[in-house]
């Protein structure tokens, strides 16, 4: 999947990969898409309460390899 | 219309501290409006440096311990000191937050840090000794903001 910007959050503990997540959606415009990767087995749900809950698209979040990558589209 | 967060932190160790600044900003990234109020033994973790926040095994059985450890035994000079680097130490090879850097991005985030005036008055705490960016209220000042939020939490 084609993206705008990448966030390396592998390796941060709660809530870091969600607090990084939002100051790198506010680097984009909306519409554009951010991928992130983590490592934290929490933020599978925190990522999809985050979205729910600020409006932001999760286009998709698999795993594999004790990774999770997350992929979501700016709100309008 | 944004969700607001209210919280007072009233607890100044290095593992309460976690808590308030945790909920703090992530709700912050959640788009709610978030104030704290720091009173009592909370208000150190307004002040400029914080590096030197404790944690203490002594009166904490819950705290996980590399070997079993008496009361009696904690409270000998240095365990405190020991117990304190070896968090430290866990936080970092754990990827977890430090707390300047989860206060950094309150303020960064807009979360409105109010400092309790009497426990200034009371520990003889000056306007200096605190960050930039704070506002000093009372009790009063705390339901201002509590009495519309929609999440009240005291830590």
């Known amino acids: 999947m084609e993206f705008d910007k990448e966030l390396d959050a592998r390796g941060l503990n709660c809530p870091l990969p969600i607090l990084r997540c939002k100051k790198s959606l ?3 415009q909306p519409g554009q898409i951010l991928k992130v990767v983590a490592t934290d087995p929490g933020s599978v749900k925190d990522f999809q309460a985050f979205c729910k809950q600020t409006g932001h698209e999760l286009l998709s979040h698999e795993a594999a390899n004790g990774e999770f990558t997350f992929v979501m589209k700016k709100r309008a | 219309m944004a969700k ?4 007072i932190a009233s607890k100044g160790t290095l593992d309460w501290a976690y808590p308030p600044f945790i909920l703090a900003s992530t709700a912050a990234a959640l788009d709610y409006e978030v104030s704290i109020f720091f009173t009592f033994y909370g208000l150190t973790l ?10 203490s095994p002594l009166g904490n059985p819950a705290m996980p311990m590399p070997v079993p450890m008496p009361n009696l035994v904690q409270m000998l000079p240095g365990l405190e000191s020991m117990a304190t680097m070896m968090m430290k130490q866990k936080i970092a090879d754990k990827g977890v937050a430090s707390i300047q850097e989860l206060r950094e991005i309150c303020l960064e985030s807009g979360v409105k840090l109010i400092a309790c005036q009497m426990t200034m008055d009371l520990f ?3 306007r200096e000794e605190f960050i930039d960016g704070i ?7 705390f339901f201002e903001f509590a009495g519309e939020s929609d999440v009240n939490l005291f830590i």
């Open chain 2, 124 to 126: 003889d705490f000056k």
């Open chain 2, 135 to 141: 506002e000093i209220g009372g009790a009063a000042t």
């Open chain 2, 4 to 7: 607001k967060l209210a919280l």
């Open chain 1, 26 to 28: 506010a680097e984009l």
């Open chain 2, 46 to 55: 307004l002040k400029k440096d914080i590096s030197d926040l404790k944690v």
